[in-house]
């Protein structure tokens, strides 16, 4: 039986974006429910646009095997809230690892339905980065990819990195670890260095006036 790596990659990808839902949430202290909800969101949320947007079936609908990894990932990240703790940057380091796998599996899904690389790079990032959004939005917090931090653009680098590769001809397993960790350590570095986008706005500029 041949191992599909790509469900062992996008199962890693849930248990690391629930992991970041279930520290969202445990942050503004919700109930027992409300963290469920929260990882649940944060690991499917992009996925399931992904598969609405190409046409294809969305993935936890057909095979549960994502709801149960959700559902125990959850549990035992709650369980051992306290190990989590004690990394700094859990929060970033979970959703880097989340977002780097899941660019680069939206890329391939996007390949495999016969869309261009630009497009199959949009996939990607959309799949990477709006369960954050959802997560973001449902903890009353401005989503990460609409502020100046480094997000979005990991992933848009990462999924240019994966054509690049690609067009090397690589193999595709070196292809896929190679593209995501670009993606990882990208969002890895502008979290540790501080590193965001330009702002439009300047420090002395009054953002009521616009109101």
């Known amino acids: 039986m041949e191992l599909d790596y790509t469900l062992i990659l996008d199962i ?25 909800i929260i990882a649940f969101v944060t690991s499917i949320g992009g996925g399931t646009i992904r598969d609405i947007l190409i046409g294809a079936p969305v993935i936890w609908m057909t095979q549960m095997i994502y709801v149960y990894v959700i559902i125990a990932t959850t549990i035992l990240a709650v369980i051992f809230r306290k190990k989590l703790a004690f990394l700094r940057k859990s929060l970033s380091l979970f959703d880097s690892i989340g977002i780097g796998l899941y660019t680069v599996i939206g890329i391939e899904k996007g390949l495999k339905y016969g869309f261009s690389p630009e497009i ?33 653009t990991a992933c848009i680098l990462g999924g240019v990195s994966y054509f690049i590769f690609l067009k090397l001809n690589f193999p ?40």
């Open 12 to 36: 890693i990808g849930v248990i690391a974006f629930s992991i970041s839902g279930v520290l969202a949430a445990l942050r503004k202290r919700m109930d027992a429910f409300g963290i469920l």
């Open 120 to 152: 199959c790079i949009a996939i990607g990032t959309i799949s990477a980065c709006f369960g954050g959004v959802i997560r973001d939005t449902l903890c009353n917090e401005i989503p990460s990819i609409f502020k100046n931090e480094v997000y979005a």
């Open 172 to 211: 595709n397993g070196l292809i896929f670890f190679l593209a995501g960790m670009t993606v990882i350590l990208i969002r890895l570095a502008a979290v540790v260095f501080k590193i965001s986008l330009p702002s439009i706005y300047k420090k002395e500029e009054n953002i009521e006036d616009y109101w």
